[in-house]
Each structure stands twice: as C-alpha cells, then as structure tokens.
C-alpha cells in the first residue's frame, strides 16, 4: 500500500483492474467471508443445540398410560371393613400390587388380548413400580372408593414408554433385562386394542424425583419448588443490600483509597469462578455457621452473594442515568441529600434497577456448581415444606436437576433431562422478555 | 430430642435421662420466652424515655436518621470486601490444615493423582493443572478467532439492521446455563467426535475428552469474545478508518494494519478474561471431560480438571479432616489465584497499553 512506487510501473488507468488489485479485492472477499462464517458458525451451533435438547426433551412431557377400570375389592384393602384410615394404611403397596396385577389381567382377558407365553410377573411389569403407590395414595385420601369400581390412569413401565418414543426397540429388548421382545408385542396388542395410549403429562411438571428404577414417574415439582425458593431469597437478599451498596458508592462515598478497594473488588467479585463460591458456601455458611446442608437457605445465600456484583453493577448504571439536574432541584428546594436520593433519584432509576435485577436472577437461576457443593444433588423426593421453615428443608434446584438425571444409568433419563432443560430456558426466557418489555416501557431519555 | 420439646407424642420409650432434659429444656424454654417479654418491654420503654428527652425544638432529627441511614448504606457497600474475606479466609484455613497433613511440595510437583480415602493417597496436582490448560487452550483456540472474527464483521461490515438483528442472537449464548451445555458435550458433542474422529483416527474410544469439553467451553465463550472485542473495536476513532481509506487501503487492510493493532490491548485482555472463565468452568467439563487425572498429549483422551476434582471430593459424604476432602480447598486457593491473577494481568495489559485518543 505504501510503497506502490517500489513494485513496479503504475497502472496504466484507473478503470483496469491489474493482477495485485485483483488479489487485493480477492483478500478483501475472504476476509468478509471469514466473518459471515465466524458469525454463521456460532449461530448454527446455537440452533443445533438447542434443536438436539428439543428434539431429545419434548418426549418428556408425553407418557404411555395405561386406562382401565380396577374394582377396590374392600376385603384386600380394608380387612376390617370400617374404612379407619389408620387401619388400611397398614395395607402396603404390596397389597395393591396384587390388585393391580389381578385388575389388568382381568382387563386383558376381557378384551381378548392375547398373553400366551408370558409370564404373569412380565405382564405385570409392563406397569410402572410407581403405580401401586399412586393408587394406595389417592385410595387413602378418599376411603370410601373401596369397594366400588373405579377407572383409573397408570403409568406405564419406563421400558414401555421408551418403545412408543421409539428409544427402545426390539433390537434392544433383546439385550436388555428389564423388557423381551415377546413382552413388547403384547404392547402392540394392546396399543391395538386402545387399552394403552400415549398423552400429555403433567406430572413430568407436578412429581417429585423417582429412582434410578422408574424414570416414568421421575417429575419437577420438587426442582421447580425449589428454584422458586431460591429465587425469591436471592431476590429478598440481593436487591436491598445491592441497591443500598449502589447508592453508597454512586451517591455518598468520599473518592478515597476504602471506595477504590470496594470498586475493585466488587468488579473482581464478578469474575471469580462460581465454584469458588461454593466452597465459600460450605466452609463458612455450613460448617461454620452450621446451617442445615442442601437447604434453600444456604444455596440462597450463596447465590447472592455471586449475584450481588451483578446487581451492583446494574443498579449503578441506572442511577448515574439520572440526570444531575434532579438531583440539583430537588437540593435547591431544601430537601437533605438523603432525601434527594430516596425522593427523588431512586424512584427514576428504578425500572433500570429492576431490569438489571431480573437479569441477575436469570443468571442466578442457571447457576448449578455452587449449589453441588453444598449438598443440594443429593436425591429428595419430600415437597419442601411452606415458607419460612420450608427454606430450611432439603431442596433441589432446576438445573442442578439437570446434572442429576444426567449423571444416572438409565437413558430415560437423558429425555428427563432434557426435558427440564426445556423448562429451565422457558422460565429464562420469560424473565428475559421481562426484562426487555420492562425496559420498553419505562426507557426515558434525558 | 426435638421431638420431645415439641411435645409430640413419640412411638418409641424414651428413656428417662432424655425424657427429664427434654422436660428441662421445655422449662428454660418457657422462662426464656418471659424473660425476653421483659427485656422487649424494657427496650421499648428506655427508648421512648430517650425519645421524650431528646425532642426539642433544636433537636436535627433529620440529620440523626440520616446519619443511620448512611451508616447502613455503608454496611452494604462493604458486604463486597466482606466476600473475598470470606472466600479467602475459608479457602486459606483449610489449605493450611491439608499442608499440615500432607506436604505441600509433594502436592504442587506430584505427577499422579489417586486419591484413596483409606489413606496413603497421591494427591499431585500437576495432572490437574495439565488437564485445565489443555482444555482451556482448545477453548481459546475454538473461541478466539470465532468471535473475533465475528465481532469484525458486526463492528465493520455488518448494516446497522443486521447489527441489531445478529448481535443479541450471539448474547443468547452466554445467558444459556452452563449445564445445558454440559449436557450438550455429554449427549451430543462427545459421541460424536469420538464416533467420527477418535475411533476412525484410533486415537481411543472414549465418549468424555479434552477435545469435547474444549470445543464445548470455546463455543460457551464465543460471545463473551466477540460482544468484548465488539467494544473495543468500535472504540477505535472513526478518523483512523478514514485516513486508512483515503490512502486507498481496503476495508480488510484497514482492519488488519490499522484497526487491530490499535485494539491490541483491549483484545488481549478480553482473550485473558476468556481464559479466566474457561479455567474456572466447572459443569461442562464436569459431564463433558472425565474424571480421570492424566498426563497425556492426546486430546480425544478423558482427562479431568482442577473443577471436575473439587466437585468430586466435595460432594457425597466428606470427612474434614482427611486429606482427601481438603484438598478440594487448596484447588479451590489455587484456582482463585489462578483467575484473579488473569484479571489483574488483563486489566493492567488494558490500562497499561490502551492508547488516549482524544
């Protein structure tokens, strides 16, 4: 470019493209070219990211069930006949296994499918472990069904459920020791017959965790629960003392070596890896404080603290936003400095410091290695209880749901997995549009 | 215990050293609740005592309340410090409690990594530290062309439309949770290269490897790149273009010989802070890289971190007092140290090197 003079004669015009123009304008094209396929890269990733989690997940909320009609026979379910909760609680779910397993062969000998060469325990196992519990729980909420005959929804085994979603097949049953080919026909049959069919699942949504042994009944609610608990502890934890700390340090401090400190830490705080603040979890809130492990509290509290610069940062932007000549009337009518900031410039800078905060949250709602830290893997299928004592109960959060389920054997849980994913990124989603129509709507320029 | 001073009904006998201190606590516990009626009572009428003293018509109750007020203002900035005192001094205990059981030469240059909870374990760092670095690097190398590449064309070429279209599209990235993109790794991207790459080259048959969790961290870091380089770039005075251009220089030559050499420091400490976060990533390469700690060159092999090994050893049922369990706090020390000396670095190469235009 500088030095044309030293390669050669100049072109002879202006309107001719020579050899070195050519290369130059072929460089230029690949550089473009470079950029297009940088961005097209990272945005296909993204889609086909998001098109696998989908595609593996969307299953989750659709389950085999299986519908027929079982007569509570009340000599098996209430030996003594009064119906006393108390005493037909001592029928287990052994009791209702039988009748289960007795109400489904009947149902199949009535619609004339075919069992030959099945054993009853293999024709049986086509329902879901969980079933008898469910049934036994709702029997017990309503003791005068026994003794009438009433039509009840079953899960069906996960194995079973996996064959409509075509994740098992015949190829794997043979290999596989929880289903046989034989036993899948039989399913053939009596998808045939209507006697199973596949549905929408709401308690993929409602259910606590199951275990490893039925992924079928394995639910969110639990995980759900728990995240709305987090989240609302982070939010009362985090926007007090970050509005306060942000109002201080925009407002008040004196420009001094402490308020240098606290801005470099607070902008240091914000890049320490979140692991870091696990351990900070576990070292200070529980083994020194001695909060209860895996308690919403203790992951509240953690999490705060990792959002707290978030919300800081935030929060000072939108107050450096309004203007100073707020500030300057409302002094100049004789209000306090204090005054002017709680009268004045913080109702103006609120809709920005709410924006920043559910952002925050959002960020906050993802976080999961902190939370492995302090126990919250661990498996719970107890709902919490209500607030407050139900922040100290053992909880589990979304997305450290999400690295359970992925870490177990079976691969109906992978779809369970994902499943929740799909969860997690529509209440992200939602916060985020949120945040964006918040922002729409309040967006004032000076 | 607890249960008795609820006064629920137990199932069980209770034996009678139990049942008198459960009747004992109940008795303190009713005593305490009287004695706290008084002391509040106490409070309230001292302070109103104090109150009727101190109203007087030259009395600045304003400027009392607001000194309260400030003072607390106050208390909330310095819940910042209050953290990385924390951190520090729970991380920096702990740590000193693990090299007094287990030395701390043989930690910083031991070559295996086997820990035993029955004792007599090796706990070398060094295959840790290889394992981070080796999966960072393969982050940096997807991540930083990726993005900044991506950020030339938004910043040069893109039309604004695009710019406001493409730009968030790339943010929506680093605001997906971490765990879906260890989930990701773990069911997609892993069998994947080793189904296509690994086994086809022999180079092992193993589903979790530096390749997987490198490649799954650098797409994660792909817009903290770009959206950082994106300012930096525009940040470059638009009279350099200009003078670029008029000289003849195409757009591409403008970017390569005038606007990046300006942007140099910005982007360096941009590409620090990326590598900052991908050493202290811990979900993806928690499902996404293995737990086995090698040294080893090849990337389709499973190797571990010093992340994947604090989780480990710190979930499940820990002892504190063995040294299996507290060396998750010296990795922890370590690897704050790590990142935090990243950050000082990229801050000071900014400030250090940024040029003033005015």
Redesign the interface.
Known sequence: ??DVSAQGPLPLSLLTKDARMNR??S??T???F??????G???A??VF?LW??FS?GVSAFFQAKITMPISLSAELLDPQGNRNRAEMTKVTTVGYNKLLAQAFAAELAARGIDTAGLKASEITALISKDAAGDLRASVLANPTMVGTTIDVELLAAGRVDGYFKGRVTRETAERDNQISPAQLDLVDRMDEAGLLQSGWNWSFLTNPDASDQRPEAAGLGVAILGSLYLMILVALMCV???V??S???EE??PKNRWTD??EV??S??A??????????G???FI??MGFPQSSSLVGALVIS?MT??TI?IASRAAIRAVPPSIRDAALGVGA???QTVFHHVLPLAAPGILTGTILGL??A?????PL??I?M?AFVDNYPSAPPDGFLDPATAL?VQ??GW?QRADPAF?ER??GA?IV??AF?VVM?VAAILLRRRFERRW | MRSLRRGVALARDVSPEVQAVATDYRGLAATGFVARGIVVLLAALLGFAYAVRATAPDFRA??RV?AV??G???A??????L??V??VW??L??TFNFFSVYPASDFFFGLTWSPNFRGGSDLGFLPLLWGTLYISLIAMIVAV??????A???A??ASPKTRAW?KP??E??A??????????A???VGPLLRDYFAQPLGLGNSGSSVMNAGIVIG?LN??FI?SLADDIINAVPQAMRDGSYG???????T???VILPAALPGIVGAVL?AA??A?????IV??GAGAAAKLDLNPFEAMTTM?VK??GQ??GDTD?AAPETLV??AL?MT??VI??GL??LALYVVRRYREQYE
């Not at chain 1, 890049?271 to 900070?280: D, R």
């Open positions: 470019m500088t130059r304008n460089a230029e690949r550089f473009r470079y950029g297009l396929a940088a961005i890269l990272s945005l990733t993204l990211m696998t989690i593996d007090p003392v970050g306060a700390a109002i201080y340090l008040f401090a400190l606290i830490n607070i240091n705080l890049a320490v890896p979140s692991i870091v603040y696990g351990i900070l576990l070292a200070i083994n020194f603290l707290l610069p800081i306090s400095k204090m959002a960020t709602l993802g976080e999961t290695a492995l830290l126990g893997v997305p999400v690295y992925a992978i997995s994902s994913i997690l990124l992200l985020n | 304003r400027n607001e007020v400030l607390v203002l106050m909330a900035s310095t819940i910042a410090i953290t990385t924390g951190i729970s991380m205990s702990e062309p990726v993005g900044l590449f991506a030339i064309y938004l040069e070429y493409v599209l790339i929506v990235i605001g997906i949770p971490t765990v879906v993109f260890g989930l990701f773990l069911v997609t797409i792909i817009p770009s000289l003849g220089a195409t757009k591409s030559e970017v390569k010989q802070l900052s976060r050493i202290g990533e811990t979900m928690t499902m992340t604090i989780v710190l979930t504190f998750a706090f922890g690897l704050f990142t935090l950050n000082v």
